[in-house]
């Protein structure tokens, strides 16, 4: 169990940081308190910006000397309160904001070395200039950063092309609970030099470490991009779509996004200038986006030949693809201003979930009824990533409730256990992208396999025995023994 | 530390596992106690031939409750030792043979669900039969199981497109080693509940527990394959070639495998039937394999065009494409004959490591140079997997040597102490894709990096405190406390 820290700690900080990188304001330190979403509130000892990873060994020496907690938070941009320390204020927290450099990157080895606190859409830039790309994608590029993103094991709308951040990580510099530092950002194609902790610490939610920096793969930008909009029956449908397109068209399919159509009834009832691109409305649609490499490769012929093909066998019911830039973005807004259109209309419990891809169609029609029979009067809609077997699946309150986060909070965890329950029976995760945080602890030790549990928390007491790194995240904080 | 068995646990696992799955016979279990190269011999108290993962937990209990070591072995091929017991006969060798059902190929998941102990190219055969294709391929495909090859997190020829075994791995089924078993065999794409023991156990060399099944990512096969042999200055050059054809052609390149002119004259001299299949002899060559998943897509047009624009630049001296599955067949045979030739000349010094692509071409270079200086009359033979950074570099002794095995035992560690110093000088990896095993272990606690090390021997500890689970493979054999 970790301790309050004592005055002669946070006056050795205060030496070691200076003011940019100390601070006890309440007023500075608050947007750092609170997650984004406004509902979680915590409280901390002080907020520390070290600006080179020195500063994070330093920094973690001491607080493993002390026994007192860290907590690391990249953007803030956790959906499960994987940043936010909790309210008995004894944690320090630790911002990366300061260790924002682009170390390198190098065309030659298609790698950028980076430091943790470096912001997605910065990365997507720099890479830019060079012709290059680092193809991971997420709504909250603004704000989401490279360690915050490496420990979420962050996903998005890409991954079904270039796979979740795992899979980009070339290299790693991460400094462990003692303070120990792990300089491992060569950016190796192949290291079988024993366990991979790479991989291990990228999910881990910052539990085992503090990544400092990351060696990233880079691809080359596509010659060409097509973006689709089509209407489909069903889920079933769209899963035939995908699979023919993935026969036809090989990894050509970068984007994939299933969303049914009250989830574009509440766009086009709450963000403006929007409407369905197709000329009829559809039960579902599909939003796709392929890229080709090679300017010899006619993307767009392909396409019309296989959407041609597949209006035949009945996978589409229409299909728009997008003639420029301009029409592609009007698409690509229909898709990444839900989560917004649904905060306008109210709330809803929601889930990210996932079931194996060829489940989910069943999964999405059978459960929906389910719930709908045991909650009467709610609707589920559902979207998101059909070719990962991955869907936000958010169950909304009855028309006739007025006090819909009352319901939220009142009905939340019997609808969660139901919906999670069902994910369980039909092989799935209770976190697909969004991670364990703390809001979502009870349920993984509810509904997590036990035997994995039982591993995960050795590993976590075999690298961090004090209980230190961002406790009460993803595992429960053991008792002293 | 492990003990060596009792009889009344042997007499125990006779009873349970029946005469199919126990033996004590020399004859039976010799070629399981020597490695395939045989340099290695160990001694086991029995050999174990479990025919269900049920059977994989009795064992692992009752060994677990003896402080009885368990050595797990797949197909016996490793080339560090990594499935050799130790002389001390005190491990129990644990083969997974038996544990070779192909329990499911599901097209709708793009997905095979296979036990262990089924053989690479058995996959391969039955993915073939459902129209898909289990991309990774080794030249030990005939031998190599699946347990074995996501324990080595194996490599091979299609890394550069397809990854390492690691990223086919979507679900494990693995007993840990109190006997516990973990039933992950769920095939998600996305799964972010905690630490990936899919991942740590990928590479894991049977350390932490033994694989007894796997769920793995099948892809679609391809519409066209166009097989390309090419004559080059340098290295350099092949690198610029490659990333020429990234470039043009994106993820069409499933092979680049460059190789030194002598190599292939040593394949002319030893294996029949062989021929430069250009005009002219060039210093170096590389076999290239592309594959396109769409009909409409004129892959050689497009690779005849590339080569063109690529003898312009001077990237190639000459390029030749098979024009029929014999003359591709003929082209890799060139490749994959190496080994023999080489074993067929003589004995030399064998390194299997890795550095950042972008730095291979110069260490070739420079580095071949730096042995012969130091260790005159030695000649060193490079071939490999340029994209993935990765050569095996192999010295041979001076011509005027006739004891080539006594200069090897001899010069060995010297000659290779000098080359992983050049590795870790260039910032890369003493096992690129083989493993430590046991003969890498030396070199891998002087030349490893020291924090990871206290890490991995800190999970280790964690997930398997007796030191039961192949003890002395990858990290040393802990002293008792």
Redesign the interface.
Known sequence: MSRQPEKALLDALKALLGPKGFTQDPVVMAPYLEDWRGKLKGEAAALLSPASTQEVVAIMKMASEAKVAVVPQGGNSSTVGGATPSKDGAALLLSTKRLNAIRAI?P????ATVEAGVILSALHEAADKHNLRFPLNIASKDMATIGGLIS??A?GSH?LRF??M??SVLGIEVV?PDG?????L????????????R??L???EGS?GVITAASLRLI?K?HSKIVIWVGVESPSAALALL?HL???????VEVFELIESSLIELVLKHIPDTEIPTEKAYPWYVLIEAT???????LE??MV?ILADATEKKEILEAVIAQNETQAGKLWRLRETIPLAERSEGFAVKHDI?????AMPSFIEQESRAIQEKFPGTTVLAFG?L????VHFNVCPPKEVTDQLGWVENEGIAVSHFVYERVMAN??????????GQTKLAD?MRF??K??????K??K???DPQSIMNPGK??PVEQAE
């Open positions: 190098s030659e080895e298609s790698c979420t094991n996903g991954v796979g979740q795992r899979a462990f120990s530092l792990l300089e491992n060569r950016p190796l194609r192949k290291d079988n030099q024993g366990y991979d902790l991989q291990l990228a999910g881990a085992l080359p596509p699979r993935e026969k036809e068209s090989g990894e050509t080709a490499f090679s300017e010899d490769f006619d012929a392909l030949n996932s079931v194996p891809v060829s990533h070719g990962d077997g991955n092989g799935g995760a209770i976190s697909a992208e969004h991670g364990i993984f997590g396999n035997t994995k549990i039982q591993a995960l050795a590993i007491k075999a690298i993803l595992l």
